[in-house]
Nanobody, 116 residues
Framework: QVQLVESGGGLVQPGGSLRLSCAAS????????TAWYRQAPGKGRELVAI???????NYADSVKGRFTISRDVAKSTVYLQMNSLKPEDTAVYYC??????????WGQGTLVTVSS
């Protein structure tokens, strides 16, 4: 069992920055990759960024150059640094862990609102 807890969401003005955190607990050795997804009002959930347990990363085209995913292995925490935020980045952001063998787990989500 793996549990994920997100934090760091909030209200920010366009052009501002936020850092989201995803703290994992439980059987963290089983995590193959950790990702951030987001779901805007009235839209489907989309992949924002992903980091493998080997450290490789990948990003959605819409956030490349603005968002950075990173991890602190000692703290079992994955971060999403979000810079140059735009109103269209407004969404609930979810942390996701790939546990392999058709198994995964999600955090509860944290709301990011970009508005003046």
């Amino acid at each position: 069992q793996v549990q994920l807890v997100e934090s760091g969401g909030g209200l920010v003005q366009p052009g501002g920055s936020l850092r989201l955190s995803c703290a994992a607990s439980g059987s963290i050795f089983s995590i193959l990759a950790t990702a951030w997804y987001r779901q805007a009002p009235g839209k489907g959930r989309e992949l924002v960024a992903i980091i493998s347990n080997g450290g490789s990363t990948n990003y959605a085209d819409s956030v490349k150059g603005r968002f950075t995913i990173s991890r602190d292995v000692a703290k079992s925490t994955v971060y999403l640094q979000m810079n140059s935020l735009k109103p269209e980045d407004t969404a609930v952001y979810y942390c996701h862990a790939d546990l392999g063998i058709n198994s995964d787990t999600w955090g509860q989500g944290t709301l990011v609102t970009v508005s003046s």
